[in-house]
């Protein structure tokens, strides 16, 4: 027996896409519009060429870099570099973060150092970094793992920490061992938590990439970019910029939706997709 759809319901679901896709477009008004303006402003000759080139001229200068294929290598190199560096240091920071939530012993012999060390300028190591570790990639993903580090270990810690305590003890009073309780309770509950620090980590990861790549780099965005400013071409500098915007977006997005699948089941989530 086939299930046909009621045309009501074919609407709501229409209407809910409608409303999904309106939203999502309101977030590109405001850099579209001033993009509109970027352009208005330098072919007014208000914005000097060698200050601001006008978007047309970056968007251009990008065309030719696509076409020798320099924009690709280098975009996939600083992407690799990001992943890289996230995937270590977001390990050991959420790891840490576990470990110090649930363990108070392990909390009392870490957590004082990592604040510590927190509170030391992790971009003002690069000096450091490069005597230990030279120009290579290994400066590179250190220093983007050390920045990612904290905000993914506090958010962690702070979500594991703020599990609604009934919960974990109606869960040992249905003798609900200490694995299950991890993965049905305390994990699920941290998550909102956890996701938060791993947005924030994104922004701090390509904002170290940048730095990294502009003094210690062979290859990237990063070293495209300073290329380019040895030899006066501000337009290619300036896309570099674009570019490291747009992939910071894109990151955020793909954030988002595996926000939205994992945590489906709370309230939060569950009212934004009913809207």
């Known amino acids: 027996m086939s299930?046909?759809?009621t045309p009501a319901a074919l609407s709501r679901f229409q209407e809910h896409r409608l409303f999904r896709l309106a939203s999502g477009a309101r977030g590109w008004v405001l850099p579209v519009a001033l993009l509109?303006?970027?352009?208005?402003?330098?072919?007014?000759?208000?914005?000097?060429?060698n200050v601001l080139p006008a978007p047309s001229a970056v968007a251009l200068a990008g065309w030719e870099s696509l076409r020798s294929g320099e924009l690709v290598q280098n975009m996939w190199v600083s992407t690799l570099r990001a992943l890289a560096g996230l995937a270590v240091g977001g390990l050991i920071g959420f790891g840490l973060g576990i470990a110090n939530g649930l363990s108070r012993a392990v909390n009392d012999v870490t957590d004082t150092t990592l604040q510590m060390v927190r509170n030391v300028p992790h971009l003002a190591l690069i000096p450091l970094v490069i005597l230990w570790f030279g120009i290579g990639e290994e400066s590179k993903l250190f220093l983007v793992a050390l920045g990612v580090f904290f905000p993914i270990y506090i958010n962690t810690l702070h979500g594991v920490r703020s599990v609604d305590p009934q919960l974990?003890?109606?869960?040992?009073?249905?003798?609900?061992s200490s694995g299950a309780l991890?993965?049905?309770?305390?994990?699920?509950?941290?998550?909102?938590?956890?996701?938060?620090?791993?947005?924030f980590a994104l922004g701090i990861m390509w904002l170290t990439l940048i730095v990294a790549e502009t003094i210690a780099a062979e290859s990237g965005l990063g070293h495209m970019a300073m290329q380019a400013r040895e030899f006066l071409l501000v337009d290619v500098v300036v896309l570099a910029i674009l570019i490291y915007a747009l992939l910071g977006k894109l990151a955020d997005?793909?954030?988002?939706?595996?926000e939205r699948a994992a945590l489906r089941w709370h309230p939060a989530f569950q009212k934004e997709g009913a809207r």
């Not at 909102?192 to 620090?197: C, H, L, T, Y």
């Not at 997005?253 to 595996?258: A, K, R």
């Open 182 to 199: 991890f993965r049905r309770v305390i994990l699920p509950g941290a998550l909102p938590s956890i996701f938060v620090g791993l947005r």
């Open 253 to 258: 997005i793909i954030t988002q939706f595996g």
């Open 36 to 49: 509109l303006l970027w352009q208005a402003l330098a072919q007014g000759g208000l914005i000097a060429v």
């Open 168 to 176: 974990i003890e109606m869960a040992r009073a249905y003798e609900m």
């Open 3 to 5: 299930i046909q759809a």
